[in-house]
């Protein structure tokens, strides 16, 4: 029963903490179990920075009502770029562009920032379009659901955010003349093209045009309602946008109402009624602060130190912003036919699903808290493929941008399937990619080769990624009963041999006349043949076969060796060493386990946990992309890890707290204690008996009560022995 009177306190602690402001840029300044929202939102772009966002949103919402900042202040010809991060905002930027409803969090490249509102006051610009205002960095406040800031015109600018709109309330200063400069072309990733209409002097309704995510041809089209609480006095437009003055003496405040559709007006109309804002900001930050409390509540830990369960609460607030919803109020949604479509009542479409960042962390943490909001995702990613052929690995919107390499839909569905989250047609989905893996589409365009050669000639990292594609869906086949299917695609899971090099005992790319790189070839250099990343680390990337790969990379003495050289470095970006700021590391500090070597891995996670996580904008070692980052920490500090995707196999390691509840949506909660503050893992019980292996189950029926025990020794005995390691899925 201790866990009961645990959620309580929590839940009082958590609420107090919601509501409390959060200093930007200060890893202190967050109460000890409050998210810090300004967690990754500094470093060096595109590599040493979190690209995440401060905006005001709901769980999973339509919205991120949020400031776009700019380094590159106005002139008299020009300036207001975006921010030089993907977000569209950076910590140290010091000017605004404006606040836009539609945002990605972490994304590694420009997307959404449409329709940005730049508070202004006297005389209008003479280039609307490129306008900024300073930001009073002093006085930004942000939490889940909300966001304040000062301007260097002496606005302040307070928001909220709802489901699929958002409250703006801009205070101007005494004496001010009002203007809201409505940036109709001022996405980030530039605006093809606009529509802007006023139905009304309190009503702006635009049409805006944007795509090119990370160089693709996509394109997507949205629909921003404003609506505000007094009309405008006067109207003056620009080929950009459209300038609002409003009357000081009707009071110094000015709200206004937002929503977003990505089907139509009529969309955005709708789903601003169906939300209901209101006028009051404080009283939807305060309803926003009620869901994110229900949300956060999910991990409530104790022990350690305030700036860990900080560090801990953000990661979780991260994971919990995406996928955004796609589908409006009524259901309808846009088509990856081009056509609008309505999802049942009661589910949700979802976008910005980044597979191959979301498969490996991500999705088995979704569908472990969320398992509706997991379902829904894969049920998202069949109806993509019924309407435009295949089930996308990045889908923007209505379109597959085709961002990274192999077939992630696929260890995307298996995760999502294998940790509980079953709520679609499985067999459907099966069937799909069973169909993706013979038959080329856009997701495998490389198919015919690969199935010919065996490998994607001079691309190593696509040839190990349909490796790990073919036994997730070979995990899906088979639990469908589609066994021989499932025997097929297992088998062609152990091709990434095909890709060890002989004598460097590498995984190296490999030409079409089965050529090896030549003697200059240097394992440590980025990138040929490897997507952001290197031979020396993508050698490690045989998750489903770990076992098998570390006895063909030497002896189990060498292997040691090599990966202690890994780990010599942490997050040294494309080198030698590990990279944990991107996917392709983020396994490697659990390959020990099956080498019988817990406590080493163990060490490499604590080191990870301690020097490369932390509140502040600088508190994330690499691009967040959408909560993968972000749910690597909390699997890390729960002590926990998927290991082999399609599979609910999990590491089992040290628990960063000394207690941790975690309360899904559906399914009893699983308590995971830690038993003294020692380094390395003593022993185990699992519901109350011994558990002798480096790993478990995190499926549909997981631990009720998981008790870790430690020690000081350097190399204690449990889970040492060869029956004790992860399992390996040879092909």
Do not use: I
């Not at 645990?6 to 200093?23: C, D, F, H, I, S």
């Not at 980030?188 to 702006?204: I, K, Q, Y």
């Not at 709708?270 to 309803?287: F, M």
């Not at 308590?671 to 003294?676: A, D, H, K, M």
């Amino acid at each position: 029963m201790r866990w009961r009177r645990t959620k309580v306190l929590a839940a009082l602690a958590l609420g107090a903490a919601l509501t409390a402001p959060v200093a930007p840029g200060s890893a202190a300044a967050p109460d000890s179990t409050g998210p810090d929202l300004m967690t990754g939102t500094g470093g060096a772009p595109p590599w040493s920075s979190g690209g995440t966002t401060p905006a005001a949103a709901r769980p999973f919402g339509m919205v991120q009502l949020g400031p776009d900042t700019t380094a590159d202040p106005m002139s008299a010809t020009g300036g207001g770029t975006p921010s030089a991060t993907a977000s569209g905002y950076a910590a140290d930027d010091p000017h605004l562009r404006g606040f836009s409803p539609t945002h990605l969090s972490g994304a590694g490249c420009r997307a959404f920032g449409d329709v940005p509102v730049l508070p202004w006051t006297g005389p209008l610009p003479a280039h609307p379009s490129t306008a900024t205002v300073p930001l009073d960095r002093t006085g930004e406040r942000a939490g889940p659901g909300w966001h304040r800031t000062r301007l260097g015109n002496g606005v302040t600018a307070t928001l909220a955010a709802d489901d699929r709109s958002g409250l703006a309330a801009y205070r101007f200063p005494r004496g001010a003349s009002p203007w809201l400069l409505v940036k109709a072309d001022g996405s980030l990733a530039g605006t093809r093209s606009t529509r802007v209409r006023l139905p009304s002097r309190r009503d702006v309704v635009v049409r805006a045009t944007s795509g090119g995510f990370c160089g693709s041809s996509t394109t997507y089209d949205v629909h921003v309602r404003l609506r505000l609480d007094q009309p405008a006095a006067a109207v003056r437009r620009w080929p950009g946008g459209v300038a609002l003055r409003f009357d000081a003496s009707r009071g110094r405040t000015v709200r206004a109402q937002v929503a977003v559709s990505f089907v139509d007006a009529a969309g955005a109309r709708r789903n601003l009624e169906s939300d209901d804002p209101g006028w009051s900001v404080e009283r939807l930050r305060a309803e926003a602060t009620r869901a994110w409390t229900t949300e956060l509540e999910r991990v409530t830990a104790t022990g350690s130190t305030a700036e860990q369960r900080t560090t801990l609460r953000s990661a979780l607030y991260h994971v919990l912003l995406h996928p955004t919803t796609v589908s409006d109020a009524d259901g309808r949604y846009p088509g990856f036919d081009g056509r609008v479509h309505r999802v049942a009542a009661g589910h949700r479409r979802y976008t910005a699903a980044t597979a191959w960042d979301a498969y490996r962390t991500h999705t088995p943490l979704l569908a472990w808290l969320r398992p509706d909001v997991a379902s829904d995702l894969v049920a998202s990613l069949l109806a993509a493929a019924r309407e435009g052929g295949w089930m996308p690995r990045w889908p923007l919107v209505a379109q597959d941008t085709l961002v990274m390499s192999g077939d992630s839909a696929a260890p995307l569905a298996a995760a999502a399937h294998a940790f509980g989250a079953r709520s679609y047609d499985v067999g459907a989905v099966a069937a799909q990619l069973v169909r993706q893996a013979r038959v080329a589409t856009p997701a495998r365009p490389d198919l015919a080769t690969y199935l010919d050669l065996g490998w994607v000639p001079g691309d190593a990292s696509t040839s190990l990624e349909h490796a790990v594609d073919d036994f997730a869906v070979s995990r899906l086949a088979a639990a469908v009963g589609r066994d021989r299917d499932a025997a097929d695609l297992r088998a062609r899971s152990g091709w990434w041999r095909h890709l060890l090099d002989p004598d460097r005992r590498v995984l190296a790319p490999r030409a079409a006349d089965g050529a090896f790189p030549g003697p200059g070839w240097d394992p440590a250099a980025c990138c040929a043949g490897f997507q952001e990343g290197t031979a020396a680390q993508y050698t490690w990337s045989v998750p489903h076969d770990m076992g098998g790969l570390l006895a063909a990379l030497g002896t189990r003495a060498e292997v040691l060796g090599r990966l202690d050289d890994l780990h010599a470095e942490l997050n040294a970006g494309a080198g030698a060493h590990a990279w944990l700021g991107n996917q392709p590391s983020l396994l490697t500090p659990w390959a020990h386990l099956w080498l019988g070597e817990p406590a080493r891995s163990q060490d490499v996670v604590a080191r990870a946990l301690d020097e490369l996580w932390r509140p502040g904008p600088r508190g994330l070692p690499g691009n967040d992309d959408l909560g993968g980052l972000s749910a690597w920490y909390v699997w890390a500090a729960l002590g926990l890890q998927p290991l082999v995707p399609g599979t609910d196999v999990t590491a089992l390691g040290r628990p960063l707290f000394t207690e941790v509840v975690v309360r899904p949506r559906s399914g009893a909660p699983t308590r995971l204690v830690r038993v003294g503050d020692a380094r390395h893992v003593a022993g185990v019980t699992v519901d109350g008996r011994a558990h002798g292996s480096s790993w478990l189950r995190m499926g549909p029926t997981r631990p009720r009560t998981v008790v870790v025990t430690t020690t000081d020794d350097g190399r204690p005995a449990w889970a040492t022995g060869p029956g004790d390691v992860p399992p390996s899925y040879g092909g």
